[in-house]
């Protein structure tokens, strides 16, 4: 934002530079976060479409890439229908709570070097305290919607969140140790020069292990499968927003993906190194660096795992879900803080263990090599398949 | 409030239970597997008691069978479990052949035997793919309908039909299979064993969630299932290994190959969810045994009319016959009157398999959570097409 701010003359007062900056920001912030979903709607489509042996939208546009936007604007133009009996202003104000609970933490989230909303120095602190917005919403579209499927659904969402971000915060912590700042962009900075550098492999196998804890729970957060069961569609109908239609139930489709964004790009942030690129001579290809696009290859790589286990796993029951926070990722986390802790009063390991840097390559080489054989095998296997269909 | 609900309604405050709450869920709901209305008591996400409402679908099956003539009933013999009409055409066949003293040829026997077992996989691909999905898993229910489809394929090339197939005749079949018929269920049989059943087993059956959703869940004990009259795949996910193709064999499955799996309660007690779900899983794989003996069978046999001993008018003599049969849901048995007057039975009564399983459903139910009655009625695999007739 301080870039934008200073392009303005300073012949304007201050508050007119102020507001125009801010409103540029918003605007652009918006316009990306309103526009995503679009994209990534089509995405998990396809994605659904290949892991299921189907096609998936092909009809509308070339590859059916302009089928979201038909889905979208159906949803804008269809009637929005209130349930007798429901609290009406309740109705309306809640899917807008959860929206701009989603929405708002992307102020802080860094897509480059300066490329961001704000750098607050309590920046994980804010994005924890926004997204807890979206849960007050969606216990009022529950309430207000005058249904007992919505009330259970936003039962279940209070108890899961409120569940999930206590593990979450542990592996928080740790993260906040070994940076020394809440800010973000201080995050991001401790993990200059490359790839082994980066929080993922720090303490091996500590942090590793932190990262798994922290995205498990962002998935609960945003209530994705296999921890959909606010909205389990076989057991509630369809949860919260249950009696939800049109423009509303549009609100609750687009914060839904922009939660999933805001994970993966905090779990990008905290434990993949940000805007860093996987090596330092990476980074500055072109005229203004490439920060903003490996922030988003990370957290769109984030997004398709999100996808996969969706489309593979099936959902857990309340009282399972409940039994993974409190009895499975709660005392991890604690086990994480107290280790991490003790290990940066200690002179030797301050700044890692000796080994750290020497697991990131080889790690991530493997990983990627194993993918691409999971997906080469997958092709190989789909095409044969059409091959036998056609004979 | 409470004063102006008893100005109202005549209600006092006392007389409310405020801890419990009714959810009526159905006959619209995505997971009762057709019109089912269940009445669930609930104390938060436990729930106290359960009472299924069933009736939605009912189409008056045995007054419309007192008024068709004999052969006129199986078309409405297939609309009763419409995801696996063959089984419920070959029960109704087999029980006017009983009372007319008809053989059928081996011909067409194997045939029957061919059609039974495929539409036991098609059936029992909906039921396991649709309990994947109550669970939360998608994606292998689309995998199983699509060998599903295949299956239809086959029937559809066989007979015209899709779903409902008007192809067991009384003393024979509508229709002939057709040429190249063994070598595309070979095809269909090599996929199904190289890619469906090992995917399935692999990506729902053996998953630790779905294992932690279902076993110890809704388990239901040897002696109460067959107190309760359960048959097929729910009862043999008790423990009992009752199967009337072995026990009673008829259109010569003793002649077959096959073993009849029974739960064995791998990750919980006997009889759980789980059980009956691994019970339907393996049993698919056992009807694609059978089908390979069937199809190797059926090259070696000389095409024949299959219509040969179809009666030219179905008139059969005073009396009263019950035969039984087991489709993918379990015994099936039609009970038939002839008055030895008219071209039309007296009297078809049908006892369903999915009924009574239906009737065990408020004893299991006691105490689950919400998320577990969904898993108890899939797990049942009732069908509410012939539960309501």
Same mark, same amino acid.
């Given at each position: 934002?301080?870039?934008?701010?200073?392009?303005?003359?300073?012949?304007?007062?201050?508050?007119?530079?102020?507001?125009?900056?801010?409103?540029?920001?918003?605007?652009?912030?918006?316009?990306?976060?309103?526009?995503?979903?679009?994209?990534?709607?089509?995405?998990?489509?396809?994605?659904?479409?290949?892991?299921?042996?189907?096609?998936?939208?092909?009809?509308?546009?070339?590859?059916?890439?302009?089928?979201?936007?038909?889905?979208?604007?159906?949803?804008?133009?269809?009637?929005?229908?209130?349930?007798?009996?429901?609290?009406?202003?309740?109705?309306?104000?809640?899917?807008?709570?959860?929206?701009?609970?989603?929405?708002?933490?992307?102020?802080?989230?860094?897509?480059?070097?300066?490329?961001?909303?704000?750098?607050?120095?309590?920046?994980?602190?804010?994005?924890?305290?926004?997204?807890?917005?979206?849960?007050?919403?969606?216990?009022?579209?529950?309430?207000?919607?005058? #249904?007992?499927?919505?009330?259970?659904?936003?039962?279940?969402?209070?108890?899961?969140?409120?569940?999930?971000?206590?593990?979450?915060?542990?592996?928080?912590? $740790?993260?906040?140790?070994?940076?020394?700042?809440?800010?973000?962009?201080? $995050?991001?900075?401790?993990?200059?020069?490359?790839?082994?550098? /980066?929080?993922?492999?720090?303490?091996?196998?500590?942090?590793?292990?932190?990262?798994?804890?922290?995205?498990?729970?962002?998935?609960?957060?945003?209530?994705?499968?296999?921890?959909?069961?606010?909205?389990?569609?076989?057991?509630?109908?369809?949860?919260?927003?249950?009696?939800?239609?049109?423009?509303?139930?549009?609100?609750?489709?687009?914060?839904?993906?922009?939660?999933?964004?805001?994970?993966?790009?905090?779990?990008?942030?905290?434990?993949?190194?940000?805007?860093?690129?996987?090596?330092?001579?990476?980074? #500055?290809?072109?005229?203004?660096?490439?920060?903003?696009?490996?922030?988003?290859?990370? $957290?769109?790589?984030?997004?398709?795992?999100?996808?996969?286990?969706? /489309?593979?796993?099936?959902?857990?029951?309340?009282?399972?879900?409940?039994?993974?926070?409190?009895?499975?990722?709660?005392?991890?986390?604690?086990?994480?803080?107290?280790?991490?802790?003790?290990?940066?009063?200690?002179?030797?390991?301050?700044?890692?263990?000796?080994?750290?840097?020497?697991?990131?390559?080889?790690?991530?080489?493997? $990983?990627?090599?194993?993918?691409?054989?999971?997906?080469?095998?997958?092709?190989? /296997?789909?095409?044969?398949?059409?091959?036998?269909?056609?004979? | 409030?409470?004063?102006?609900?008893?100005?109202?309604?005549?209600?006092?405050?006392?007389?409310?239970?405020?801890?419990?709450?009714?959810?009526?869920?159905?006959?619209?709901?995505?997971?009762?597997?057709?019109?089912?209305?269940?009445?669930?008591?609930?104390?938060?996400?436990?729930?106290?008691?359960?009472?299924?409402?069933?009736?939605?679908?009912?189409?008056?099956?045995?007054?419309?069978?007192?008024?068709?003539?004999?052969?006129?009933?199986?078309?409405?013999?297939?609309?009763?479990?419409?995801?696996?009409?063959?089984?419920?055409?070959?029960?109704?066949?087999?029980?006017?052949?009983?009372?007319?003293?008809?053989?059928?040829?081996?011909?067409?026997?194997?045939?029957?035997?061919?059609?039974?077992?495929?539409?036991?996989?098609?059936?029992?691909?909906?039921?396991?793919?649709?309990?994947?999905?109550?669970?939360?898993?998608?994606?292998?229910?689309?995998?199983?309908?699509?060998?599903?489809?295949?299956?239809?394929?086959?029937?559809?090339?066989?007979?015209?039909?899709?779903?409902?197939?008007?192809?067991?005749?009384?003393?024979?079949?509508?229709?002939?299979?057709?040429?190249?018929?063994?070598?595309?269920?070979?095809?269909?049989?090599?996929?199904?064993?190289?890619?469906?059943?090992?995917?399935?087993?692999?990506?729902?059956?053996?998953?630790?969630?779905?294992?932690?959703?279902?076993?110890?869940?809704?388990?239901?004990?040897?002696?109460?299932?067959? &107190?309760?009259?359960?048959?097929?795949?729910?009862?043999?996910?008790?423990?009992?290994?009752?199967?009337?193709?072995?026990?009673?064999?008829?259109?010569?499955?003793?002649?077959?190959?096959?073993?009849?799996?029974?739960?064995?309660?791998?990750?919980?007690?006997?009889?759980?969810?789980?059980?009956?779900?691994?019970?339907?899983?393996?049993?698919?794989?056992?009807?694609?045994?059978?089908?390979?003996?069937?199809?190797?069978?059926?090259?070696?046999?000389?095409?024949?009319?299959?219509?040969?001993?179809?009666?030219?008018?179905?008139?059969?003599?005073?009396?009263?016959?019950?035969?039984?049969?087991?489709?993918?849901?379990?015994?099936?048995?039609?009970?038939?009157?002839?008055?030895?007057?008219?071209?039309?039975?007296?009297?078809?009564?049908?006892?369903?398999?999915?009924?009574?399983?239906? &009737?065990?459903?408020?004893?299991? &139910?006691?105490?689950?959570?919400?998320?577990?009655?969904?898993?108890?009625?899939? &797990?049942?695999?009732?069908?509410?097409?012939?539960?309501?007739?």
């Amino acid at each position: 934002m301080d870039l934008i701010f200073g392009l303005f003359p300073a012949t304007l007062p201050y508050w007119v530079r102020v507001a125009m900056a801010g409103g540029i920001v918003a605007g652009a912030l918006i316009t990306f976060m309103a526009l995503g979903p679009i994209a990534y709607v089509y995405v998990e489509t396809k994605v659904a479409g290949f892991m299921q042996d189907r096609i998936g939208p092909k009809r509308v546009g070339p590859h059916g890439l302009l089928q979201t936007i038909a889905d979208a604007v159906k949803l804008l133009f269809k009637e929005a229908i209130f349930p007798a009996g429901a609290d009406k202003k309740l109705f309306i104000l809640a899917p807008c709570l959860v929206v701009i609970g989603a929405f708002l933490s992307f102020v802080v989230i860094p897509f480059g070097s300066r490329l961001q909303g704000t750098d607050l120095n309590v920046g994980l602190f804010y994005v924890v305290a926004v997204s807890s917005i979206s849960t007050v919403g969606l216990i009022m579209a529950g309430w207000a919607s005058n #249904n007992k499927y919505a009330l259970f659904g936003a039962m279940r969402s209070a108890a899961q969140i409120v569940s999930y971000e206590i593990p979450a915060m542990m592996v928080l912590l $740790t993260v906040v140790m070994i940076v020394g700042s809440l800010s973000l962009q201080a $995050t991001v900075e401790t993990q200059a020069g490359g790839l082994p550098h /980066w929080l993922l492999f720090r303490y091996f196998p500590l942090m590793p292990i932190a990262a798994i804890v922290f995205f498990t729970a962002g998935l609960a957060e945003c209530n994705r499968a296999p921890f959909d069961i606010p909205e389990a569609e076989s057991e509630l109908v369809a949860g919260f927003h249950t009696e939800y239609s049109g423009f509303f139930f549009a609100l609750f489709f687009l914060a839904e993906y922009s939660e999933m964004f805001v994970v993966s790009a905090v779990t990008s942030v905290l434990f993949l190194g940000g805007w860093w690129a996987p090596h330092p001579l990476l980074q #500055n290809l072109g005229p203004i660096g490439l920060g903003p696009v490996w922030l988003l290859a990370k $957290t769109w790589f984030l997004m398709f795992v999100m996808m996969w286990l969706r /489309w593979t796993l099936p959902r857990l029951r309340v009282d399972q879900l409940m039994y993974v926070a409190w009895k499975v990722l709660l005392p991890i986390g604690l086990v994480l803080v107290l280790a991490v802790g003790l290990l940066i009063m200690l002179p030797g390991t301050r700044n890692g263990f000796p080994w750290d840097h020497y697991v990131g390559w080889p790690l991530v080489g493997l $990983t990627v090599l194993y993918l691409l054989y999971g997906m080469v095998s997958a092709l190989r /296997w789909s095409g044969k398949r059409r091959r036998e269909i056609l004979a | 409030m409470s004063t102006q609900l008893q100005e109202q309604y005549g209600w006092r405050i006392e007389d409310l239970d405020t801890d419990e709450m009714i959810l009526n869920m159905g006959p619209q709901h995505p997971s009762t597997h057709g019109v089912l209305r269940i009445e669930l008591r609930t104390d938060g996400e436990v729930v106290r008691a359960a009472r299924p409402h069933i009736g939605y679908l009912h189409r008056c099956f045995e007054k419309h069978a007192e008024n068709v003539d004999y052969p006129g009933v199986i078309p409405y013999t297939d609309r009763m479990d419409y995801v696996a009409s063959m089984g419920n055409s070959l029960g109704y066949a087999l029980a006017v052949e009983k009372l007319m003293g008809i053989e059928v040829t081996p011909y067409v026997q194997t045939i029957r035997v061919i059609m039974a077992e495929l539409q036991r996989i098609a059936s029992h691909c909906i039921a396991v793919g649709t309990y994947g999905m109550d669970i939360g898993a998608f994606t292998p229910f689309l995998h199983l309908l699509r060998d599903r489809e295949t299956i239809l394929d086959l029937f559809e090339w066989t007979c015209g039909a899709r779903l409902l197939y008007n192809y067991n005749w009384v003393g024979g079949l509508s229709h002939d299979v057709p040429e190249g018929f063994v070598r595309a269920g070979r095809q269909f049989l090599r996929e199904f064993d190289r890619v469906t059943w090992p995917e399935l087993m692999d990506l729902l059956i053996g998953n630790k969630i779905f294992i932690k959703r279902t076993a110890g869940v809704g388990v239901c004990p040897p002696e109460l299932a067959i &107190s309760y009259d359960l048959t097929g795949p729910n009862l043999r996910g008790s423990g009992p290994a009752r199967d009337l193709r072995k026990d009673v064999p008829y259109s010569g499955y003793e002649n077959y190959e096959f073993e009849v799996p029974v739960g064995k309660g791998q990750f919980g007690p006997v009889g759980s969810c789980f059980d009956r779900n691994w019970v339907r899983a393996i049993e698919m794989k056992e009807s694609a045994k059978i089908l390979h003996q069937a199809l190797d069978r059926l090259e070696k046999m000389e095409r024949a009319d299959v219509r040969e001993k179809v009666p030219k008018r179905i008139k059969p003599a005073k009396g009263e016959v019950y035969a039984r049969s087991e489709a993918p849901r379990g015994q099936l048995g039609y009970y038939i009157v002839a008055d030895g007057a008219g071209i039309n039975p007296y009297r078809v009564k049908v006892k369903s398999p999915c009924f009574t399983a239906m &009737s065990i459903f408020h004893v299991l &139910s006691r105490g689950m959570m919400i998320a577990d009655i969904i898993a108890l009625i899939g &797990s049942l695999d009732v069908v509410l097409g012939e539960i309501d007739r």
